[in-house]
């Protein structure tokens, strides 16, 4: 099994989780982060003061799928999160060993 990690910009969360759900993607972790790459933030104006945002609001989606999907996830992720420009996101991918549903203790991909 593989998990996937995606940390992409919050205007395109809906197009990722919608391409996810027409592949077949079930189960899913979204959480809402902050923080920054490349980009390293920019400099706003608020009320006639300057100050620097650092840390740019983005949504990570964390799941786990067979080995079988996992690329056909992170070619599905990239289509609809990809704009072009710096700030668009990364994709991380791990092993995983093992997967246990806690209601039944059910075990492996069949607990996913």
Known sequence: MTKIEAIIQTSKFEAVKNALHEIGVEGMTVLEVRGHGRQK????VYRGREYTVDLIPKI???????DPMAEKVEETIIRAAQTGKIGDGKIFRSRIDEVIRIRNEERGENAL
């Not at 933030?41 to 706003?44: A, C, L, N, Y």
């Not at 990570?60 to 067979?66: A, D, F, Q, T, W």
Request: glycine content about 10%; proline content about 9%; aromatic content about 0%.
């Open 60 to 66: 990570k989606i964390e799941m786990v799928v067979p």
């Open 41 to 44: 933030g920019h400099t706003e």
